[in-house]
């Protein structure tokens, strides 16, 4: 007997000398691979990558290179600046453990490499016998995406064998095309999946745990970025700030678990979510007056014809009761997910984590290609308080039938394929003309210090279906992008003081305060979350108070925020120039310490939306109303045509329309505002940026803006005054979901007067609601051109105005605003009317605020023609 014993553990010995690797396969092994690079290396985070070659089947088929530029987004050198290339089929073999899932991440930096043009570059993937990239083209994504690096996850299912196999192939539809990676990972994960329930069949569960599924979206609901190095147990995952995907301005309030409360996992482990994930959450508030008049609604653009898995993360920190919070509602699609929800009842008890799994077919129909989750308070059940909350939310991508999970590439717009030939010339005009361009828009799109391939279904321009002829309705198109642009700048010097990311003109700089990091935190009690009065894509608004006892709004920049720099330095330079009684005022800015920071004059009865939809704010009255549109579009026109260069605002909302402590209205936010210094062509080209229900439908079409555009969105701003409802409401019947499109319907059949806030029925004379109407439906026409311009929208609301006030008509108008006054004479030439206004104000001029007050209002309270125009 000892002496079999003895051969057996000998042969076990040999055996481990022989293939160690396979020996310990049942232990699963994690795998990060710097693709092209002998040496390996570590990454900023201390992690270790090694070299890829010995686990290449055939090396002599790839070649190595190095990036010849590192984009000053990329995070590290590790793997991202080399590169493994193929020219012919080739395929990696890793010793697996066969009964335990995998992350696979591929990562990719299509920049400039010797001899590779990184743009001609199409390949596919399969992994595991699953296809998960098809005919794939990294630079088109990046560009698309302005992004200089990708990164795509997959997680894997058991294989039920000891190797998995990840092959590139380079595309046969292509001339000289070519594969490339940067970096591999492979993870082995417990098993996250499991049941999922079936919206709309609750009775036919899906069964997920043996699926291959692509991770699209992983965000800390109502928190901050999450990196990889502080994901639960070692998993390496990267949870992003959810605010970009959030539908419309209703966008709730954002809270944090206290100190004393410990999260405790007792329903699963904690690899499903790092605690972080459930200490934040985003919530509709505990005024039920508030809540009951809202959805909170998050929006993702997605592939059709797949199968998607929603994952609801939820823990409940503050309340310990049921029926304390709401039972309230969950939407997916506008399908009921599920009704009563109460976290509580859930997980038995405060500060224990839940999740809930959901998964939905999306068609590939015409405007089928959107995901929506929409929370609503129930108020059947007599809670105590009417909110709902979300704490995390994960989107994964089942493979299908084919075990495919590959998606098309985003498309680059024609304007952006313009830019690239442009720097194709000047590329091969210079003195280095063997360089490809690639990294040269990439650079300048400045990659995206969040460069994460989740956001690679909310593209600039996925193909989508054109409207069909004679369509009266636009709901299959009318959804814009969410654009996401991330860039990055040099160091600026201001006044001797050295910032971190962006470049202030020195005009600029001197036309605003410069505050220091100190004082903006003296100002806000250190950025006391009692403070915060908004939250936005750029940060979260407080309220401070400077030099003793001068109130201000502090705008401060969220680092994981799709928004930044380029927002920011715009804002500056837009703003400092710009004096008017109904744009915001900028009164400074801090940059230190890696903090952004804009302060502004207090606006103390906040947005225009807040006192729209029944809130605990005041509600407005029709003459309200009216003048709140008439100051805004004061100040719309003066943008446009009063300032030294026609100023395109292009993001015209409700919640950036901001009301004083007078109820002056003020026109903000000029992170996306574009100048046009030579409108001779009518527009300026440039990528797609907006808000969702505002955007103007011909310029997403040809990415062409002009102050048109404006006019479009201001045209929404209308209806939504008079209607009080937000530009989309995913919960109501499809065609009623965007406001544009069924305000103009009921408008052209007559039924508008219908439809109105029920606040304002009986409250407006025939003559003002037929003339507001009228003018509204002007601005909303498909064509720019056939709108009016904001001078012309201007008069007509003056004119509605006086309708409301006399409905028998006059010729002269009365006193109309308690902060305006009129005492400019009767007559004034229309004529010379716009160079009058071009005189008196002017990008830059040196006339204090209360000047250029003088001049406007008492030319804009004239009514030149009484019927209005």
């Known amino acids: 007997m000892q002496t079999i014993t003895h051969i057996f553990l000998s042969l076990l010995c040999l055996s481990l000398v022989l293939n160690p690797q396979k020996a310990l396969s049942s232990n699963p092994t994690s795998f990060a691979l710097s693709c092209g690079n002998k040496d390996g290396g570590t990454d900023n985070d201390g992690r270790k990558w090694e070299s890829d070659s010995k686990y290449l089947v055939t090396s002599d088929k790839s070649v190595e290179a190095a990036a010849q530029v590192q984009d000053p987004s990329v995070p590290s050198p590790i793997p991202y600046m080399h590169a493994r290339f193929f020219k012919s089929e080739t395929t990696y073999k890793f010793d697996v453990n066969g009964s335990s899932r995998y992350f696979l991440r591929l990562h990719f930096y299509p920049s400039s490499y010797p001899d590779f043009n990184t743009t001609n570059s199409y390949f596919s993937v399969v992994a595991g016998g699953v296809t998960v990239l098809n005919n794939f083209s990294a630079s088109i994504a990046a560009q698309a995406l302005t992004q200089a690096y990708l990164m795509k996850e997959f997680s894997l299912a058991p294989l039920n064998k000891d190797s998995l196999s990840v092959t590139f192939k380079p595309s046969d539809k292509y001339n000289g095309s070519f594969a490339f990676v940067n970096g591999i990972e492979l993870i082995p994960s417990p098993e996250l999946f499991d049941l999922a329930t079936m919206v709309g069949f609750d009775d036919q569960p899906l069964s997920v745990n043996s699926a291959n599924v692509q991770t699209m979206w992983r965000l800390n609901v109502g928190g901050q970025y999450i990196s990889p190095s502080n994901d639960s147990s070692g998993l390496g995952r990267s949870w992003y700030d959810d605010s970009p995907y959030i539908f419309s301005a209703a966008t709730g309030v954002t809270n944090q678990a206290d100190n004393n409360v410990t999260i405790q996992y007792r329903n699963f482990s904690a690899s499903i979510a790092p605690v972080d994930v459930y200490r934040t959450s985003r919530q509709m508030g505990f005024d039920g007056n508030v809540t009951k008049s809202f959805n909170l609604t998050w929006a993702f653009q997605v592939d059709g014809n797949f199968t998607y898995l929603m994952r609801l993360h939820f823990c409940e920190y503050e309340l310990s009761k049921i029926n304390e919070r709401v039972f309230f509602d969950i939407f997916i699609n506008n399908q009921t997910a599920i009704k009563n929800a109460d976290v509580i009842a859930w997980s038995s008890q405060k500060g224990v984590p839940f999740y809930k799994d959901f998964a939905i077919y999306v068609p590939d129909g015409a405007g089928d290609e959107m995901l929506w989750l929409a929370l609503w308070p129930d108020n059947s059940m007599h809670p105590l308080y009417l909110d709902a909350i979300l704490n995390g939310l994960e989107i994964f991508k089942i493979s299908d039938a084919n075990s495919n999970l590959a998606g098309p590439n985003p498309t680059v717009s024609a304007m952006m394929q313009k830019q690239l030939d442009e720097e194709a010339k000047r590329a091969f005009s210079s003195d280095q003309p063997k360089k490809t361009y690639t990294t ?28 069909l002829p004679d369509s009266d309705s636009r709901t299959s198109s009318w959804l814009p992008i969410y654009s996401t642009t991330h860039t990055s700048g040099s160091k600026s010097t201001i006044s001797g003081k050295s910032h971190g990311g962006t470049n202030i003109s020195s005009d600029a700089a001197c036309n605003c305060r410069y505050f220091s990091l100190a004082e903006i935190q003296q100002a806000t009690k250190n950025f006391d979350e009692s403070n915060v009065i908004g939250v936005g894509g750029f940060g979260k608004v407080y309220k401070g108070v400077i030099d003793g006892n001068t109130k201000v709004a ?31 005022s900028l009164i400074g800015f801090c940059e230190e310490n890696n903090e952004m920071v804009l302060v502004y004059d207090y606006m103390g009865h906040g947005t225009m939306r807040e006192h729209l939809y029944k809130g605990n704010k005041i509600t407005l009255s029709w003459k309200q109303r009216l003048e709140i549109c008439i100051g805004a579009a004061r ?41 046009g210094p030579n409108m001779n062509q009518g527009h300026v080209s440039t990528v797609v940026k907006g808000s969702f229900g505002y955007l103007d439908p011909e310029y997403f079409r040809r990415q062409q803006l002009t102050e048109k555009s404006d006019v479009y969105s201001f045209g929404v701003v209308l209806f939504e005054a008079l209607c009080a409802r937000p530009a989309l409401n995913p919960s109501l019947p499809k065609e009623q979901v965007s406001l544009a499109d069924w305000a103009l319907h009921c408008q052209r059949k007559g039924t508008l007067a219908d439809h109105i806030d029920p606040q304002l029925k009986g409250k407006l004379s025939p003559e003002c609601l037929k003339k507001f109407a009228e003018t509204a439906e002007k601005c909303l026409a498909d064509h720019g051109t056939d709108r009016p311009s904001m001078g012309d929208v201007l008069w007509n609301l003056e004119f509605c105005l006086q309708l409301q006030e006399n409905p028998e008509g006059s010729s002269k108008p009365k006193q109309t605003s ?28 040196e006339h204090d605020e209360n000047e250029s007050d003088d001049n406007t209002n008492d030319i804009f309270s004239q009514i030149v023609n009484p019927k209005g125009r």
């Open 440 to 467: 040269a828009l990439i650079g300048g799109a400045a990659g995206g210090a969040v460069a994460f391939a989740f956001v690679s279904a909310v593209v600039i321009g996925y193909k989508r279906k054109r409207r």
């Open 818 to 845: 308690t902060s305006v006054d009129y005492d400019q004479p009767e007559e004034i030439d229309h004529n010379s009317f716009l160079a009058m206004h071009r005189s008196t104000l002017s990008l830059g001029s």
């Open 554 to 584: 502090v705008k401060r920049s969220n680092p994981s925020s799709e928004q930044g720099v380029n927002e920011f330095q715009t804002e500056i330079e837009m703003l400092s120039k710009l004096r008017h009684r109904h744009l915001v």
């Open 635 to 675: 100040g719309l026109h003066y943008l446009h045509t009063g300032a030294k260069y026609t100023i395109i605002h292009r993001d015209v909302k409700t919640t950036n329309i901001l009301l004083d402590e007078k109820w002056v209205a003020k026109v903000s936010d000029f992170g996306l505002s574009k100048t």
